[in-house]
């Protein structure tokens, strides 16, 4: 089984950037789908961003991060990022990161995805 461990979180300005990495171990994460989510307490877990297995040629990502964050694979170093551009005090959540083979299941049905991160704090504020 895979495990998956975030990091990269902080207390960023408005307009700042962040690079969040989640790293896996146990597994090659090669074949698994990735998916980025995010919590603010007290607040349901929102869908951030996903990229398929294997080439990571295809991603999806929420309309309110459209253009500022950027999901990537190193498949080398069993990583995948999240780089996270102009950020707004409306980012500031846990961040978390979760794998399965099956993609359907990152974007569609979490509940289903077993393999989560333990998540990193990420702040916008001036």
């Known amino acids: 089984q895979v495990q998956l461990v975030e990091s990269g979180g902080g207390l960023v300005e408005p307009g700042g950037s962040l690079r969040l990495s989640c790293v896996a171990s146990?597994?090659?994460?090669?074949?698994?789908?990735v998916g980025w989510f995010r919590q603010v307490l007290g607040k349901e877990r929102e869908f951030v961003a996903a990229?398929?297995?294997?080439?990571?040629?295809?991603?999806l990502y929420a309309d309110s991060v459209k253009g500022r964050f950027t999901i990537s694979r190193d498949n080398a170093k069993n990583t995948v990022y999240l780089q996270m551009n102009n950020l707004q005090p409306e980012d500031t959540a846990v961040y978390y990161c979760a794998a399965d083979t099956v993609f359907h299941k990152i974007v569609e049905d979490t509940a289903a995805v077993q393999t989560w991160g333990q998540g990193t704090q990420v702040a916008v504020s001036s």
């Open positions: 990229i398929i297995r294997r080439s990571g040629g295809s991603t």
């Open positions: 146990g597994r090659s994460l090669t074949d698994y789908a």
